[in-house]
């Protein structure tokens, strides 16, 4: 069974730090490139950040360049996201996420909130 288990959420002031990890289990950890999802309260889900399978090949959306930086230690088989300078429209529901396109499946976390605020 594929689990994937987030933490390390929190609140945080502005200009703060977190890092989420990312536990996996159940698959091939080290087979799939890999994502950070987050949902700020109110609105949509928002693509943050993508780690390919080797973990030397990485993107982030325009908000976050800069200041967060995904990792992965596929002899742990967990994913990181480290967040610096954060800002209070960061605040959001941050879920770890990877899609198995053979069978065309998703897959998520449960989601760990972080808040950024004074």
């Known amino acids: 069974e594929v689990q994937l288990v987030e933490s390390g959420g929190g609140l945080v002031q502005p200009g703060g730090s977190l890092r989420l990890s990312c536990a996996a289990s159940?698959?091939?950890?080290?087979?799939?490139?890999m994502s950070w999802v987050r949902q700020a309260p109110g609105k949509g889900l928002e693509w943050v950040s993508n780690i390919n399978s080797g973990g030397d090949i990485t993107s982030y959306v325009d908000s976050v360049k800069g200041r967060f930086t995904i990792a992965r230690d596929n002899a742990k088989n967990t994913l990181y996201l480290q967040m610096n300078s954060l800002k209070p429209e960061d605040t959001a529901v941050y879920y770890c996420?990877?899609?198995?396109?053979?069978?065309?499946?998703?897959?998520w976390g449960q989601g760990t909130q972080v808040t950024v605020s004074s």
């Open positions: 996420y990877f899609h198995k396109v053979l069978i065309n499946r998703h897959y």
């Open positions: 159940g698959f091939t950890f080290s087979s799939y490139a």
